[in-house]
């Protein structure tokens, strides 16, 4: 069964950092660019950022360029985005999420979703 | 960045029933629009890729329409399971964005 199980959400203080791990199976993860969307509580739906296979396209939303690092581990089939100085505004549900295509390009869409974890900033 | 706007915002619709949804793009995006749907609790789910191609899995009453800064989603026969949050979204470009999403109710 192809599936991308989240982890590394919790409570963090304003100015603080976590680490979110999406841990895939199912699929050649090597393939495949690889994303993290988050959604606030009762908002809209946010891309993040993004890996591609080969790890030489890494892009970030201007939301969190600076602050965020997205990364890849192949042998373990797994994405990371570290997240620094958080604020109240990060607080989300943190989603990964598959393009589709495996040509090396990305198509920016997102066909496979995990069931997301919850990342919540205050004091 | 390219803003999508989706209308209307929430709907209310009996099972059975066409529902249409819209999304327009802030510029031309040729055919580089997916559509979601989210139930609560849930993660989003790929109905539509390209404006007009179905996804595998994804029943046939749903279809997508549409090209440029204008397009459709049609949900014809609504089915209980069909009650969600419809989600726009442009691929044209990074950053990829959504719409601010349609609400569909039960009447």
């Known amino acids: 069964e192809v599936q991308l199980v989240e982890s590394g959400g919790g409570l963090v203080k304003p100015g603080g950092s976590l680490r979110l791990s999406c841990a895939a199976s199912g699929f050649t993860f090597s393939s495949y660019t690889m994303n993290w969307v988050r959604q606030a509580p009762g908002k809209g739906l946010e891309w993040v950022s993004s890996?591609?296979?080969?790890?030489?396209?890494?892009y970030y939303a201007d939301s969190v360029k600076g602050r965020f690092t997205i990364s890849k581990d192949t042998a373990r089939n797994s994405v990371y985005l570290q997240m620094n100085s958080l604020s109240a505004e990060d607080t989300a549900v943190y989603y990964c999420?598959?393009?589709?295509?495996?040509?090396?390009?990305?198509?920016?869409?997102?066909?496979?979703w995990g069931q997301g974890t919850m990342v919540t900033v205050s004091s | 960045d390219i803003q999508m706007t989706q209308s209307p915002s929430s709907l209310s619709a009996s099972v059975g029933d066409r529902v249409t949804i819209t999304c327009r793009a802030s510029?031309?995006?040729?055919?580089?629009l997916n559509w979601y749907h989210q139930k609560p609790g849930k993660a989003p789910k790929l109905l539509i890729y390209?404006?007009?191609s179905l996804q595998s899995g994804v029943p046939s009453r749903f279809s997508g329409s549409g090209s440029g800064t204008d397009f459709t989603l049609t949900i014809s026969n609504l089915q209980p399971e069909d009650f969600a949050t419809y989600y726009c979204?442009?691929?044209?470009?990074?950053?990829?964005?959504f719409g601010g999403g349609t609400k569909v109710e039960i009447k």
């Open positions: 979204q442009q691929s044209y470009s990074t950053p990829v964005t």
């Open positions: 999420a598959r393009d589709p295509n495996t040509s090396g390009w990305s198509d920016d869409t997102f066909d496979i």
């Open positions: 510029q031309s995006i040729s055919s580089y």
């Open positions: 890996i591609s296979s080969s790890t030489s396209y890494i």
């Open positions: 390209a404006a007009s």
